[in-house]
Structures are given as structure tokens and as C-alpha cells.
């Protein structure tokens, strides 16, 4: 699935649920409680990263999430 236009409905819904629950148990593995509004970013992140794969520009975004995070919480 290394591009979004392969990914199905059905595939981009599996995904989602599935980062959907990774960003959940991060938060909680850190102690943290985001925000819905935090927690559907980074999930949308992880969900872009999966569907698209690694660049340097979502590398970059990442780090600002946690610095983000770790400035919030």
C-alpha cells in the first residue's frame, strides 16, 4: 500500500482503525490523556505515513507533534 490511489475504502478503513488504536495505547503508554482533537492528528499522521510512506517532510511533522505533545501534556 505504498500509495493511496492502490488503498481501497475498505483499506483506508482498516487503516484508520488500526492507527486509530496505536495513537490510543501511545497515549496511554506515556500517560498521557489527549484531547479528541490530538488524538484524531495523530492518528490522521500515522494513517498518511502508512498509506504513503516515509518522507522527510513527514519526519518533520512528526517531531513537531512531539514536541507538541510534550509541551501539552
Not at 478503513?13 to 488504536?21: E, V
Not at 492528528?41 to 512531539?66: A, C, H, P
Amino acid at each position: 500500500m505504498a500509495n493511496s490511489t492502490n488503498a481501497t475504502d475498505k483499506d483506508k478503513q482498516i487503516i484508520r482503525q488500526s492507527q486509530l488504536k496505536l495513537a490510543l495505547d501511545y497515549f496511554n503508554t506515556c500517560g498521557k490523556c489527549p484531547s479528541i482533537s490530538n488524538l484524531i492528528k495523530t492518528t490522521t499522521m500515522l494513517e498518511d505515513f502508512v498509506i504513503n510512506g516515509y518522507s522527510k517532510e513527514m519526519i518533520s511533522k512528526f517531531e513537531k507533534l512531539d514536541t507538541y505533545i510534550s509541551e501539552q501534556y
